[in-house]
């Protein structure tokens, strides 16, 4: 589904301003709504740096000037979607551009930490817009469960579980989960 070019510049300037707000976590854009969602906890922050340090160790020889970054948004005008995953892989240089958020052919993985507030929203919107945009990976990661599920291209046909403990394939990259934890 695509939102008309208006209806979309309106939602992105109210995400902006909304962004700025003390105590609001981020702004996402998706089914024309602006969607809050809630600061992250130390363990959904821990997930994404352990997993970040394992797939920057391996870029350099996958992929080089490429990097596992957390914090950026990820935007498609088309599809009137701007998201911002726990973490995505890209070149490195897709952060010199003045952008305000990353195109979804920069990306090659996006990652998402599934949060106890609103663990659909990881499990379906964020699967048909992360495949529609055409992001060749999706990992999800849910310390609720202790389990994850690779997503794979085309359109995500390919979907592989995993329970936290699993050495487990994210495309060329391996990732070790024995060191995620669950939510306490």
Same mark, same amino acid.
């Given at each position: 589904?695509?939102? *008309?070019?208006?209806?979309?510049?309106?939602?992105?300037?109210?995400?902006?301003?909304?962004?700025?707000?003390?105590?609001?976590?981020?702004?996402?854009?998706?089914?024309? +709504?602006?969607?809050?969602?809630?600061?992250?906890?130390?363990?959904?922050?821990?997930?994404?740096?352990?997993?970040?340090?394992?797939?920057? +160790?391996?870029?350099?020889?996958?992929?080089?000037?490429?990097?596992?970054?957390?914090?950026?948004?990820?935007?498609?005008?088309?599809?009137?979607?701007?998201?911002?995953?726990?973490?995505?892989?890209?070149?490195?240089? %897709?952060?010199?551009?003045?952008?305000?958020?990353?195109?979804?052919?920069?990306?090659?993985?996006?990652?998402?930490?599934?949060? /106890?507030?609103?663990?659909?929203? *990881?499990?379906?919107?964020?699967?048909? *817009?992360? %495949?529609?945009?055409?992001?060749?990976?999706?990992?999800?990661?849910?310390?609720? $469960?202790?389990?994850?599920?690779?997503? %794979?291209?085309?359109?995500?046909?390919? /979907?592989?579980?995993?329970?936290?403990? *699993? $050495?487990? +394939?994210?495309?060329?990259? $391996?990732?070790?989960?024995?060191?995620?934890?669950?939510? +306490?």
């Amino acid at each position: 589904m695509s939102l *008309d070019p208006a209806e979309y510049t309106r939602l992105r300037m109210t995400a902006g301003q909304l962004s700025h707000v003390p105590g609001v976590g981020r702004a996402e854009i998706a089914d024309g +709504a602006v969607r809050l969602t809630l600061p992250p906890t130390g363990r959904h922050e821990l997930a994404v740096i352990r997993i970040a340090r394992q797939l920057n +160790a391996q870029l350099p020889r996958t992929h080089p000037g490429h990097i596992a970054h957390p914090g950026a948004d990820l935007e498609d005008t088309g599809l009137g979607r701007l998201r911002n995953p726990d973490l995505m892989v890209f070149a490195g240089k %897709a952060l010199e551009s003045d952008q305000p958020a990353l195109l979804p052919h920069e990306v090659l993985l996006a990652v998402e930490i599934v949060s /106890r507030s609103n663990p659909e929203n *990881d499990y379906h919107g964020k699967v048909r *817009d992360y %495949a529609a945009m055409g992001i060749p990976f999706y990992l999800i990661v849910d310390p609720r $469960t202790g389990t994850g599920i690779v997503h %794979a291209e085309p359109g995500y046909t390919s /979907r592989k579980e995993f329970v936290f403990g *699993d $050495t487990v +394939a994210v495309g060329p990259w $391996t990732l070790d989960t024995g060191g995620l934890l669950t939510y +306490a």
